[in-house]
C-alpha cells in the first residue's frame, strides 16, 4: 500500500535530494519525492515515523501530520514550483493553476490559507515572486525588462511598484546593496 507523507520546508531540490537520502538511510524507498510531498510504497510503523521526524526535523524540516497543515504545503510548494521552477508561467491565473494543482475549490484553499497562515495566497504568491526577482537581480544576468518578461509582469513599472511596495527599495537600490538580503523560501 503506497503511503504519501507530507514535509514542510522543502522548497529546493538540494532539499529533496535531502530528504530522499534520509529516507533511503532507514530504508524506505521512495517511489517519488517532489517539493512537500513523497511517496512510498509501504506503510510506516510509528517507530519508523517517530525515527523518520527526528531525522527530518535534524535537517530543519517537519512531518506534517495535520490535514490542514498538509494543504498548506502543498498550496506553498505549488507556488514555489511555479514561481521558482517554471520558465514562464502559465496562461491560467493563480486561483485556477492551485484548484487544478490541489484538486479542490480556490475559495475553500483561500480560507483556509489565510486563518492558517494570516496571510492571503495572492500575499504569499507576491513575496515569493519579490524573492524570484531578488535572486534573478543579484544573478546579474537579465536586463528589469527581461525579468519582468520571465515572471510574466505587465510592465517593468509594476515589477518596480511591487518590487518597492514590500521591500521598501527600488530594484535598483536593491542592486546596489552589497550584502545578501534575499530569504530563505522556507521564511516566507
Same mark, same amino acid.
Given at each position: 500500500?503506497?503511503t504519501?507523507?507530507?514535509i514542510?520546508?522543502?522548497?529546493?531540490?538540494?532539499?529533496?535530494?535531502?530528504?530522499s537520502?534520509?529516507?533511503?538511510?532507514?530504508?524506505?524507498?521512495?517511489?517519488?519525492?517532489?517539493?512537500?510531498?513523497?511517496?512510498?510504497?509501504?506503510?510506516?510503523?510509528?517507530?519508523?515515523? *517517530?525515527?523518520?521526524?527526528?531525522?527530518?526535523?535534524? @535537517?530543519?524540516?517537519? &512531518?506534517?501530520?495535520?490535514?490542514?497543515?498538509q #494543504? =498548506? $504545503?502543498?498550496?506553498?510548494?505549488?507556488?514555489?514550483?511555479?514561481?521558482?521552477?517554471?520558465?514562464?508561467?502559465?496562461?491560467m491565473?493563480?486561483?485556477?493553476?492551485? *484548484?487544478?494543482?490541489l484538486?479542490?475549490?480556490?475559495? @475553500?484553499?483561500?480560507? &483556509?490559507?489565510?486563518?492558517?497562515?494570516?496571510? #492571503? =495566497? $495572492?500575499?504569499?504568491?507576491?513575496?515569493?515572486?519579490i524573492?524570484?526577482?531578488?535572486?534573478?537581480?543579484?544573478?546579474?544576468?537579465?536586463?528589469?525588462?527581461?525579468? *519582468?518578461?520571465?515572471?510574466?509582469?505587465?510592465?517593468?513599472?509594476?515589477?518596480?511598484?511591487?518590487?518597492?511596495?514590500?521591500?521598501?527599495?527600488?530594484?535598483?537600490?536593491?542592486?546596489?546593496?552589497?550584502?545578501?538580503?534575499?530569504?530563505?523560501?522556507?521564511?516566507?
Open positions: 500500500m503506497e504519501i507523507l507530507y514542510k520546508n522543502m522548497v529546493c531540490d538540494r532539499c529533496k535530494m535531502a530528504v537520502q534520509t529516507l533511503q538511510n532507514l530504508s524506505l524507498h521512495p517511489l517519488s519525492v517532489e517539493l512537500g510531498e513523497v511517496h512510498i510504497s509501504n506503510t510506516l510503523t510509528d517507530e519508523q515515523k *517517530a525515527t523518520l521526524r527526528n531525522r527530518l526535523e535534524a @535537517l530543519g524540516f517537519e &512531518l506534517l501530520d495535520d490535514r490542514r497543515q #494543504t =498548506i $504545503e502543498q498550496i506553498k510548494s505549488a507556488i514555489i514550483k511555479l514561481v521558482h521552477y517554471t520558465d514562464s508561467n502559465r496562461n491565473n493563480l486561483s485556477d493553476y492551485l *484548484a487544478h494543482q484538486h479542490s475549490d480556490y475559495s @475553500l484553499l483561500s480560507k &483556509l490559507f489565510s486563518e492558517v497562515t494570516g496571510l #492571503t =495566497i $495572492e500575499r504569499y504568491y507576491i513575496m515569493q515572486r524573492e524570484r526577482v531578488k535572486e534573478l537581480i543579484k544573478y546579474d544576468q537579465q536586463s528589469l525588462t527581461e525579468i *519582468a518578461n520571465l515572471l510574466d509582469y505587465s510592465s517593468v513599472a509594476y515589477l518596480s511598484s511591487q518590487f518597492k511596495s514590500v521591500t521598501g527599495m527600488t530594484p535598483t537600490q536593491f542592486k546596489a546593496l552589497k550584502k545578501n538580503t534575499r530569504k530563505g523560501l522556507d521564511k516566507i
